[in-house]
């Protein structure tokens, strides 16, 4: 057998065998591809999350094969050819072999079913991309020569770069994405390619356009990628409102990413502070979920720039006014880590960060303020109906706590009169 491969990529293949077997008793073939293949070759640390596999069965014997080896099996995907399984604890996705084509106007890609493996991976995004590994013979199928571009640093499409581009154009911005993971430099054709193509990237949805930036955004090296988009001017076809910005301010977009922590919400926020519209950017990205509060409420440079030293006031209210169950340290955190990238003093946030704590310690109700009198205590003591006049006075008990700090209900009553 191989010995081409390392132990782990072995270890995923004997893991296959039963399936493999299956697949072979009934006539199929069965191939290991993507992420997969590509970083074991690298002698990359992966996890088992992320298996890949391809085949000509069609999807309707896909499912009929894995039945009873798999504990669960999806099909959401079976219109596109893919079926999930999970066998032993671990989540495979099998897809039949495809020609995936887009129609010039349309934005979903048309599938069409293939039973040829070279066409299949000739119809992947990269070289690196397109190879797979034939779990019954247990051989590399390499015909674009993705492991001496991966060897040699290259990043090419296994098909003329503007054919494929034209064929889903989210592939130029994963192009960025793989320049900056792998540091892999694109083939000159292939840059070529996405100058001129950038505007095809109306076609594509929102959501893949989202899904493939908060990829490239995760990465350690993601200014790379950055500098890919904005060269390429492909960033107005993604980011028109970051794009519109002076390439030092983009530049330093680029940088901030690397520098501020991992986490989703700070990573967008990094790459958008200085945009003008952050809300309208990333809202229309379509995120799911808080994301687009997590990031207006970081990504503002009023706050993350300030140079004044924040008083007591300044931190009940922003402490208050976080989103969801966030801390007003993460803002102040997010705003030391972008003070050092963009060489400022940190002072100012350093300085915040320690108060907020010792404000926590003698105020345990900072981040969620409970009002001393309730609605109807308040009603009663001034013996008025509910009513505008309780939501003023709930105010005016609030607006002193954000000022002098927690009171009594005792004092809250004098304050009243
Ligand atoms: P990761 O390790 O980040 O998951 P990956 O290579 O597995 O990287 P995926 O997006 O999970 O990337 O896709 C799996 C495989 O499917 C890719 O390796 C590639 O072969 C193919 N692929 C994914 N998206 C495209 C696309 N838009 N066009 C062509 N091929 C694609
Ligand atoms: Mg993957």
Redesign the pocket.
């Known amino acids: 057998m191989s010995t081409e491969f390392s132990a782990p990529l072995l270890r995923i293949i004997d893991d296959m065998a039963p399936l493999t077997e299956r697949f072979a008793a009934a006539g199929y073939r069965l191939y290991l591809?993507?992420?997969?293949?590509?970083?074991h070759l690298l002698g990359l640390e992966?996890g088992d999350s992320?298996l890949?596999a391809t085949t000509d069965a069609r999807p309707a014997e896909i499912k009929a094969l894995v039945s009873n080896l798999a504990e669960a099996v999806w099909s959401q995907g079976e219109r596109f050819g893919t079926i999930g399984a999970q066998i032993n604890g671990k989540p495979y996705e099998i897809t039949t072999h495809r020609a995936?084509v887009y129609a010039d106007s349309s934005r979903k890609p048309t599938v069409e079913f293939g039973t040829d493996i070279r066409a299949d991976?000739e119809?992947?995004?990269?070289t690196v991309?397109?190879m797979a590994i034939d779990l019954h013979e247990q051989t590399l199928v390499d015909p674009f020569g993705g492991r001496a571009d991966l060897a040699d640093n290259v990043l090419r499409t296994p098909m003329a770069p503007n054919v494929?581009f034209s064929?889903?154009p989210?592939?130029m911005l994963?192009a960025a994405?793989f320049h900056a993971?792998y540091d892999l430099v694109p083939d000159p054709g292939l840059l070529e390619a996405i100058e001129s193509m950038g505007e095809r990237m109306v076609i594509v949805s929102a959501e893949r356009i989202r899904d493939e930036l908060q990829?490239l955004l995760l990465l350690p090296h993601a200014a790379a990628g950055i500098r890919l988009l904005t060269e390429t001017r492909l960033l107005a076809n993604v980011l028109p409102t970051l794009a519109r910005l002076d390439s030092e301010l983009i530049e330093l977009a680029g940088a901030r990413i690397e520098g501020v922590g991992a986490g989703v919400a700070e990573r967008w926020a990094a790459l958008l502070l200085d945009v003008s519209d952050v809300r309208g950017t990333i809202s229309g990205l379509k995120p799911a979920g808080a994301l687009t509060n997590d990031v207006v409420w970081l990504a503002n440079p009023d706050v993350i720039r300030r140079s004044e030293a924040w008083s007591d006031e300044d931190l009940r209210r922003g402490a208050a006014a976080t989103p969801g169950d966030h801390r007003i340290d993460e803002l102040l955190q997010f705003a030391v880590a972008v003070a050092a990238v963009e060489k400022r003093s940190t002072a100012v946030a350093l300085a915040a960060l320690a108060r907020v704590s010792d404000l926590r310690a003698a105020e345990p109700d900072l981040d969620d303020p409970q009002p001393p009198l309730r609605g109807d205590e308040v009603a009663e003591f001034l013996g008025v109906e509910p009513g505008p006049a309780i939501g003023e006075a709930m105010r005016l008990i609030g607006e002193h706590r954000f000022v002098n700090g927690p009171m009594t209900a005792d004092e809250a009553r004098a304050l009243l009169i």
């Open positions: 591809v993507g992420g997969v293949v590509r970083d992966r992320d890949d995936e991976l119809r992947r995004d990269f991309n397109a494929s064929d889903d989210l592939r994963r994405r993971g990829k």
